[in-house]
């Protein structure tokens, strides 16, 4: 009897893509290497593709893709309405942003090659933070001219209530 597959991780919001520019990866390969992650069922992808312009030419790094915990803190001002209180609650998010189309490939050959393991430890590891007021980042940025990609972690977690 084969087991049921997970469903896919929700897509909350798809931009359209510049000519020449595509996602490097899609919500159903983001599904697959992602599953038995701690926060599976939580997770949600959204593809923004409004920066393609700007970066088609510049040579920093930009982001391609960024994995990111984040709960906000209420207060008294906080509005009962459903959107106010959700955005109370812990959320996990993964945001895709375009690569040139020529670049495509080498980027998911870096995720093959060590990537998709770095975030798979980065999410188990942040685990441990669920729930906690505060903002976690994984970013994998490129390099549009050299070709190079790198990665940082940004953190400001409070600590756990005593």
Same mark, same amino acid.
């Given at each position: 009897?084969?087991?049921?597959?997970? @469903?896919? +991780? @929700?897509?909350?919001?798809? &931009?359209?893509?510049?000519? *020449?520019?595509?996602?490097?990866?899609?919500?159903?390969?983001?599904?697959?290497?992602?599953?038995?992650?701690? #926060? !599976?069922?939580?997770?949600?992808?959204?593809?923004?593709?409004?920066?393609? #312009?700007?970066?088609? /030419?510049?040579?920093?790094?930009?982001?391609?893709?960024?994995?990111?915990?984040?709960?906000?803190? *209420?207060? !008294?001002?906080? &509005?009962?309405?459903?959107?106010?209180?959700?955005?109370?609650? @812990?959320? $996990? #998010?993964?945001?895709? !942003?375009?690569?040139?189309?020529?670049?495509?490939?080498?980027?998911?050959? !870096?995720?093959?090659?060590?990537?998709?393991?770095?975030?798979?430890?980065?999410?188990?590891? #942040? $685990?441990?933070?669920?729930?906690?007021?505060?903002?976690?980042? /994984?970013?994998?940025?490129?390099?549009?001219?050299?070709?190079?990609?790198?990665?940082?972690?940004?953190?400001? +977690?409070?600590?756990?209530?005593?």
């Amino acid at each position: 009897m084969d087991a049921t597959p997970e @469903p896919l +991780i @929700p897509t909350r919001h798809k &931009s359209p893509l510049a000519k *020449g520019t595509s996602y490097p990866v899609g919500a159903e390969l983001v599904s697959r290497e992602l599953v038995g992650v701690p #926060q !599976y069922g939580a997770l949600e992808i959204g593809f923004y593709g409004e920066k393609c #312009q700007a970066f088609l /030419l510049d040579q920093r790094f930009f982001p391609v893709i960024k994995v990111e915990y984040k709960k906000m803190q *209420g207060s !008294y001002s906080t &509005s009962n309405g459903e959107w106010s209180q959700s955005r109370l609650q @812990p959320n $996990w #998010q993964i945001t895709v !942003y375009p690569v040139l189309g020529s670049e495509r490939k080498k980027f998911r050959d !870096y995720l093959e090659l060590g990537g998709w393991s770095l975030i798979r430890t980065w999410l188990n590891d #942040q $685990w441990a933070y669920n729930g906690r007021v505060g903002k976690s980042c /994984l970013v994998m940025a490129a390099c549009q001219k050299t070709g190079e990609i790198k990665h940082r972690t940004e953190a400001s +977690i409070m600590p756990a209530q005593q």
